[in-house]
């Protein structure tokens, strides 16, 4: 895991790929979870045997399950202990080309793209692609936004 120090470290990592979480097991109990947490009960997630006949051939993980994953995802590749406090600003741009169906493996692969001068700090655009173990497109590609105050 790369840690970050200082916020001149940081700007050298820009552009740079940092890496790759560990692959981490998307079971059913976790989208069940999200679905009650959620209540996003569509049968796409949560309905094995009727997921069985449909387009995936087994339940998939709700997008947004798939989104939430990569801050976690994101603590295994890098730290920031920069000083001040780090806050979520979001996302610029989010998308899901590929259905991940459980029981599958992903890993979180992370680049920063910017860090530019706001008038609190800086702010970090950084890139996170949730690949998806044997599958040739991602399960998610998100730009997301963090603001590290002065």
């Known amino acids: 895991m790369r840690v970050f120090t200082t916020l001149d470290e ?5 552009g740079q790929d940092l890496g790759a979480s560990d692959w981490v097991t998307i079971d059913q109990d976790r989208v069940d979870r999200f679905a009650e ?7 796409i997630h949560v309905d094995v045997e009727r997921s069985q006949a449909g387009p995936f051939g087994g339940t998939i993980a709700h997008g947004y399950l798939t989104l939430s994953l ?16 780090k ?4 996302a610029n741009k989010v998308r899901f ?18 860090l530019v001068d706001v008038p609190l700090g800086k702010q ?6 949730v690949e998806i173990e044997g599958e040739p497109k991602p399960a998610c590609v998100a730009e997301s936004v963090v603001l590290l105050l002065a």
């Open 124 to 129: 970090l655009v950084l890139r996170t692609t």
């Open 87 to 90: 806050l979520n600003y979001g």
């Open 10 to 14: 940081v700007g050298e990592a820009v």
């Open 37 to 43: 947490v959620t209540e996003d009960h569509q049968w």
């Open 70 to 85: 990569i801050p976690w995802l994101g603590s295994m590749v890098f730290a920031l202990d920069t000083p001040g406090p």
């Open 97 to 114: 080309p590929a259905p991940l169906l459980v029981g599958k493996r992903i890993r979180g692969q992370v680049t920063f793209l910017e």
